[in-house]
């Protein structure tokens, strides 16, 4: 019980010579906490790299269709009717991608009857569907 009352007294005589002599200083005109303070004004954004280039540069390239479909020929490694792919080691497709050994898609299951491993066969490829659409079996 002493104890408590040393802890209240002491808090008291505390926080009563804390408190007597602050005084908050007024803020600056100019601060922006102050209520009389002007508002900032900012120029627009300008970036510097933009106005040194060319106009050539400035404008908008104009959009290229893209050629949607390609043609290339490998051999195939696997047919997988269950899911419409088929397995293919196949030379670069110009414009397209490098040669590689790749699964694709097919566009109708139909494709792939009469296929088997080893087969040599030319192909069109559908690019933005990434879909083979045609298969033909080379003798």
């Given at each position: 019980m002493i104890f408590k009352?040393?802890?209240?007294?002491?808090?008291?005589?505390?926080m009563a010579g804390c408190?007597?002599?602050?005084?908050?200083?007024?803020?600056?005109?100019?601060?922006?906490a102050n209520p009389k303070a002007q508002?900032?004004?900012y120029a627009p954004h300008r970036n510097p790299l933009n106005s040194e280039l060319p106009k050539k540069l400035k404008q908008r390239p104009k959009v290229s269709q893209k050629k949607s479909l390609a043609e290339g020929e490998g051999k195939v490694i696997a047919v997988v009717p269950t899911s419409d792919q088929?397995?293919?080691n196949h030379k670069k497709i110009e414009g397209f991608m490098d040669a590689m050994t790749m699964g694709y898609k097919v566009s109708s299951p139909s494709l792939l009857e009469g296929l088997k491993p080893g087969d040599q066969i030319r192909f069109i490829i559908d690019i933005e569907g990434k879909k083979l659409i045609k298969i033909i079996k080379q003798n």
């Open positions: 009352r040393t802890l209240l007294v002491l808090s008291l005589v505390f408190s007597s002599n602050y005084v908050a200083q007024a803020l600056p005109k100019n601060h922006p508002l900032a004004t088929i397995v293919i």
